[in-house]
Nanobody
Framework: VQLQAFGGGLVQAGGSLRLSCATS????????MGWFRQAPGKEREFVAA????????YYANSVKGRFTISRVNAKNTVYLQMNGLEPEDTALYYC???????????????WGQGTQVTVSS
């Protein structure tokens, strides 16, 4: 199973970015997918998750209303649309595959390499 996240970059506060995570080596539509992030000196934290069908989503309180997770099963890809970015969103963002099809903040078994998001004030 391979996951590759991309789409990060440098953006001003209030701006937007769209992250993508392309996957291979598994039946993508069987599994929930999630996004996590880790800022320097901090622990990795959950950001968002989506169920196998895309019918259920789950967000951390810190991003609710600003970030949107989605997926296209035909493309084996999950996305994270980030709007209203704040300097506190600066982190390395990882995508991960859930162990089941149910979305939630834990229970992930494969991880991508991460893509850096930097938000300037």
């Amino acid at each position: 199973v391979q996951l590759q996240a991309f789409g990060g970059g440098l953006v001003q506060a209030g701006g937007s970015l769209r992250l993508s995570c392309a996957t291979s080596g598994h039946t993508f539509s069987d599994y929930a997918m999630g996004w996590f992030r880790q800022a320097p000196g901090k622990e990795r934290e959950f950001v968002a998750a989506i169920s196998w069908s895309g019918g259920s989503t789950y967000y951390a309180n810190s991003v609710k209303g600003r970030f949107t997770i989605s997926r296209v099963n035909a493309k084996n890809t999950v996305y994270l649309q980030m709007n209203g970015l704040e300097p506190e969103d600066t982190a390395l963002y990882y995508c991960a595959r859930g162990r089941t099809g149910v979305a939630g903040p834990d229970g992930y078994d494969y991880w991508g390499q991460g893509t850096q998001v930097t938000v300037s004030s």
